[in-house]
């Protein structure tokens, strides 16, 4: 209705407030069911490839959307409060919509496979498999493997049984995954970006066309960082691992953030802007990317929900805590970066000594993976 009407009435307030309220209800299923989908349907040797691709075509959509923002007229411009513009920007994402919905009905049509065994479809979920997987020896072996894992699950995974034995330590793992990647300051960095390709922390301070142009540049060039990163880490995940990728990635985060940190500190935004860049590449290549694909190897879909959960529980307090600890009172922005520092420090010997490579396993190895019952009763037969 917004789109045809130039008033500003409370009846549009009220549409956009359920537009932003429903779009982040999509975004919470997004974040939980999409990784699970992708894990439940690809072959092992091609899970970790295939999971990246969520994480890319989330960059490519911050990517269009930073693009699109460009034109946004700014205080500067003639037609500043007068202007149409927005309405394209919220008209454009109905292209994507559109595209998932004809793919839902047209090209993905059927269940995954682990789900019709639940169900007791055998013969459909075989034949899904071998839609998947080139030997038709290769599919009925993992039919076998998931009437194995329904067999030994004696009743539907509650969100109590994740904290009890048998997966306490894979949803421990999946929280502490969740808060390493938002505490690695990916957040933080994007928060304060603005300020720093703008060269000022001053918020008074009045922002001329030429220094709008270049933050509008590197607004973009952060998007095309994210998405470059996003495709290289599809095209090393499987040779690097889960985990060496992990460990690369954020012990790269935790190099750029101490260097962010003492430019920040000197006051030499010149410099600065492109750590900003660094961060968004070396967090796009590992714990952007690789969370998702990690939570659905280990965890069933209600544990994918309590680290993705834990994922937006951090990201509010990292919205709200933030500007609190980083104003002068207390840490100042530079203190800020090296408590993420820190918190990626922690991360490292965390990955190091805890986490588990789950490379190549079946989804029924690598929900195992952290299960010391099944563990020894593989072990004994």
Not at 203 to 209: E, F, G, N, T
């Amino acid at each position: 209705f917004f789109f045809f009407n130039d008033t500003a009435t409370t009846e549009i307030y009220t549409e956009q407030i359920v537009g932003s309220v429903r779009c982040v209800q999509e975004t919470g299923i997004n974040t939980s069911v999409v990784p699970l989908y992708i894990r439940e349907i690809s072959p092992a040797q091609l899970a970790g490839i295939t999971g990246c691709f969520h994480q890319f075509s989330i960059s490519v959509g911050i990517l269009s959307s930073l693009l699109l923002g460009w034109k946004t007229p700014t205080e500067s411009d003639s037609d500043y409060g007068t202007s149409n513009y927005w309405k394209l920007m919220f008209a454009v994402p109905i292209i994507p919509s559109v595209v998932r919905i004809l793919g839902l009905f047209i090209v993905f049509q059927n269940d995954t496979p682990q789900f019709l065994i639940l169900q007791g479809q055998e013969a459909e979920a075989e034949s899904v498999l071998q839609s998947l997987y080139s030997s038709q020896q290769e599919a009925q072996n993992q039919v076998n493997l998931m009437k194995q894992e329904v067999s030994e699950q004696s009743s539907e995974i509650t969100l109590g049984a994740l904290f009890e034995q048998k997966y306490l330590k894979a949803t421990l793992i999946g929280i502490t995954l969740a808060w390493l990647q938002q505490f690695s300051g990916i957040n933080a960095v994007n928060f304060y970006s603005t300020k720093i390709f703008s060269g000022t922390f001053d918020p008074k301070a009045v922002i001329s066309q030429e220094v709008q142009q270049t933050v509008n540049l590197f607004n973009a060039l952060v998007g095309v960082t994210a998405v470059s990163a996003s495709l290289i880490a599809i095209l090393v995940v499987e040779k690097l691992g889960r985990k060496s990728a992990l460990m690369i990635g954020n012990f790269l985060c935790l190099v750029v953030l101490v260097f962010l940190s003492y430019f920040i500190y000197a006051q030499n935004f010149g410099i600065s802007k492109y750590f900003v860049l660094l961060h968004t590449f070396a967090f796009n290549i590992s714990l952007g990317p690789l969370l998702s694909v990690y939570l659905a190897d280990i965890l069933p879909a209600k544990g994918i929900s309590i680290g993705i959960f834990t994922h937006w529980i951090c990201v509010i307090i990292i919205g709200f805590g933030f500007p609190i600890i980083s104003s002068p009172n207390v840490f100042n922005t530079h203190g800020g970066f090296i408590l993420f520092a820190i918190c990626c420090l922690v991360g490292q010997v965390f990955l190091v000594l805890v986490v588990k490579e789950t490379k190549g396993l079946s989804l029924y190895q690598s929900q195992n993976l952290y299960n010391d019952d099944a563990k020894q009763k593989d072990s004994e037969n």
